[in-house]
């Protein structure tokens, strides 16, 4: 589509159709994410090495970390783009798309000279334990290599979604997602490179995925990355900060939180207890990246619409991704009680891992459901540039509720209960988090929904 064209689809189409088709490429773009981190936690638990199994989860946190940069000028810049394209100002978020890019390549860099030079002492933060150690380290300078590649690509495939042209970004992403999990056995098994193949494994797919994204963005009525357009103002980076603040929340506070975890977890079942939660916590995060990936879909048509001044048909959207979210991870939590052990046993043999891993699962699964709430009306308040209350959202479920939680109710069972009841305080740290985030969203959500006037067509 010409890009006038593409300004009529995304404000004319019929919405339930029009979110659909957004969503599926951002649904399996992020289900691909998610696989990155599962095909390594999956290959290096079949060397039947609890440590390294658990030195993947602790270096779970610097990709965290990574994610988080990429997110946060990909959605700050791309949220804006898609408000600027809704007002037919292609110019404007051409250079803004070009900003967001360049920047996210200058702190990936950071990101990589901090993880090389700083590799023990970070991975101890992180939560390793002594015996984590060697496998935590190896697998970081690999990762650390890799970071700014990393952190471009997600920024790339943000700023292609919204634009509403997000099965370039699965494109990308897929390609780079598939090679992974095909060099993850060559270069652990085949090359005898342990959980440092994993780790390459990873950053080779990502560089592929990158450039292939890069690619993209010189297709059809893409926005064109361009070094001329470099030239960031203050300005531009307030209006980053308020669209991107939100990921910084969130996933900022997701490294923190999965440093408060491995510590907490290690305090109280060592290497078995960082393992199983570490796999835990990636088998949810399976199904969650498929609802944050409709929620992605919803993004560009709230943005070009809310741009546009049509706020019934973001109304519209907004509701029916609340139903086909609650649906989804409903469906998800009964699947993944009910096979608990064999899911968990799919990333490790040992006992004492499966047994604990099991129950936190279940755990997770019991409050599931809730996020599809707080996840949808976090990207609702996100687009349309309501940041405190998009924020707060991102803040509390990984921060504000969570981080107290897991590090106070480990030693509150222990005093109460015994020491041999402590982990269960870790294991419903997140849940309890879950249940407290959507409690605080409902107002936030319905204040929000109810401050939009009638359709006013922006000129």
């Not at 898609?82 to 803004?96: D, I, W």
Request: charged share 10%; proline share 3%.
């Amino acid at each position: 589509m010409e890009r006038h064209e593409k300004f009529v689809y995304m404000t004319t189409a019929p919405v339930y159709g029009l979110v659909g088709r957004m969503a599926v490429p951002t649904m399996v773009t992020m289900l691909i994410t998610a696989f990155y981190n599962m095909a390594d936690t999956f290959f290096v638990g079949l060397l039947d090495n609890t440590s390294a199994t658990g030195a993947v989860g602790v270096v779970m946190g610097v990709m965290a970390i990574i994610q988080m940069c990429g997110f946060f000028f990909g959605q700050g810049a791309g949220n804006y783009v898609s408000r600027l394209l809704g007002q037919e100002r292609t110019g404007e978020a051409e250079r803004m798309a070009s900003i967001g890019f360049f920047s996210s390549l200058i702190v990936g860099g950071v990101i990589m000279v901090v993880g090389l030079t700083l590799s023990e002492p970070l991975c101890y933060l992180l939560g390793s334990t002594d015996t984590i150690l060697p496998y935590a380290r190896s697998y970081l300078l690999i990762i650390s290599v890799g970071a700014p590649c990393m952190a471009a690509s997600f920024v790339l495939n943000n700023l292609l979604r919204f634009q509403g042209n997000a099965f370039y970004g699965m494109l990308g992403m897929g390609i780079g997602g598939l090679l992974n999990v095909a060099l993850d056995p060559v270069f652990i098994f085949g090359f005898h490179m342990g959980v440092s193949g994993a780790a390459l494994a990873t950053v080779v797919s990502q560089f592929i995925g990158f450039l292939i994204l890069l690619f993209c963005c010189t297709r059809g009525d893409n926005l064109r990355i361009r070094l001329r357009l470099f030239h960031p103002r203050w300005s531009d980076y307030k209006i980053i900060l308020q669209g991107g603040l939100p990921n910084l929340f969130r996933q900022g506070l997701s490294s923190f939180s999965t440093i408060c975890l491995n510590l907490a977890a290690g305090a109280v079942g060592q290497d078995p207890a960082i393992a199983a939660m570490s796999i835990a916590t990636r088998v949810i995060q399976f199904s969650f990246y498929a609802v944050l990936g409709f929620g992605q879909g919803f993004q560009p048509v709230c943005g070009f619409n809310y741009g546009a001044g049509l706020y019934s048909r973001v109304k519209k959207a907004f509701w029916f991704c609340i139903k086909i979210g609650t649906v989804l991870l409903t469906a998800a939590s009964v699947l993944e009680y009910v096979f608990a052990w064999e899911l968990v046993s799919i990333f490790s043999t040992d006992e004492q891992v499966l047994a604990i891993g099991e129950t936190s699962l279940r755990l997770l699964c019991i409050s599931f459901p809730l996020i599809a709430w707080t996840t949808m009306s976090t990207m609702l308040m996100q687009t349309i540039g309501k940041v405190f209350s998009a924020s707060l959202l991102s803040a509390a479920r990984q921060g504000l509720f969570f981080i107290p939680a897991v590090l106070l109710l480990p030693r509150l069972f222990g005093l109460l209960f015994g020491q041999d009841v402590a982990l269960l305080g870790v294991q419903i740290a997140q849940p309890l988090s879950d249940v407290l985030t959507f409690v605080l969203a409902i107002p936030l959500t319905v204040q929000v929904l109810r401050s939009f006037g009638p359709d006013h067509i922006q000129k």
